[in-house]
T-cell receptor, first 110, second 114 residues
Framework: NAGVTQTPKFRVLKTGQSMTLLCAQD?????MYWYRQDPGMGLRLIHY???????AKGEVPDGYNVSRLKKQNFLLGLESAAPSQTSVYFC?????????FGPGTRLTVL | KQEVTQIPAALSVPEGENLVLNCSFTDSAIYNLQWFRQDPGKGLTSLLL?????REQTSGRLNASLDKSSGRSTLYIAASQPGDSATYLC?????????????FGKGTKLSVIP
């Protein structure tokens, strides 16, 4: 039982490049979430999903897209990366209200 | 818009001391209040969840209380240990369709000195 895993762990991008962050969970949870964590700002919700095939916007969705084609996976895409997207990205999942977090992806956009 | 505040931002205590971490929120219409722990370079680990109808929850040396009317929650740690050193975050959920969305505080960084 791996819980919530995130790929990759680290990534450096140049401005304008695109990439996809992968989140996978093996707990059969319906709900999945993407957060970003920035110094002085705390964790902020980017997008979330309440089930396979569904997505919804969180507090800071601009510049990101998401997809939930399979129940166990939640993908976060950056189509044209900007330096303001330099952050640590966390994925979480839940069956009820308790959320289980992945280890994070540290993304730097130059 | 919900705002969650945690004061102080950092706290240093000697081993064995009992301590209280504070969390305040602006909108009392929450569904639940959660406390998490984050170790450096790691993800968050859920510690305690208090439903809006509850006043407190306990797990081992941890006790969390909730006072919706005053917009406050506290996390009490008994007999602190160096292994308790971490950043502690509280998060408030919305109600209705937003009950699964969390608004986080910026955290209190706790250092327990041996």
């Amino acid at each position: 039982n791996a819980g919530v895993t995130q790929t990759p762990k680290f990534r450096v991008l140049k401005t304008g490049q695109s990439m996809t962050l992968l989140c996978a969970q093996d707990m059969n949870h319906e709900y999945m979430y993407w957060y970003r964590q920035d110094p002085g700002m705390g964790l902020r919700l980017i997008h979330y999903s309440v089930g396979e095939g569904t997505t919804a916007k969180g507090e800071v969705p601009d510049g990101y897209n998401v997809s939930r084609l399979k129940k166990q996976n939640f993908l976060l895409g950056l189509e044209s990366a900007a330096p303001s997207q330099t952050s640590v990205y966390f994925c979480a999942s839940s069956a009820g209200y308790t959320q289980y977090f992945g280890p994070g992806t540290r993304l730097t956009v130059l | 818009k919900q705002e969650v505040t945690q004061i102080p931002a950092a706290l240093s205590v000697p081993e064995g001391e009992n301590l209280v971490l504070n969390c305040s929120f602006t909108d009392s219409a929450i569904y639940n209040l959660q406390w998490f722990r984050q170790d450096p370079g790691k993800g968050l680990t859920s510690l305690l969840l208090i439903q809006s109808s509850q006043r407190e929850q306990t797990s081992g040396r941890l006790n969390a209380s909730l006072d919706k009317s005053s917009g406050r929650s506290t996390l009490y740690i008994a007999a602190s240990q160096p292994g308790d050193s971490a950043t502690y975050l509280c998060a408030a959920s919305g109600r209705g369709a937003g009950s699964y969305q969390l608004t986080f505080g910026k955290g209190t960084k706790l250092s327990v000195i041996p």
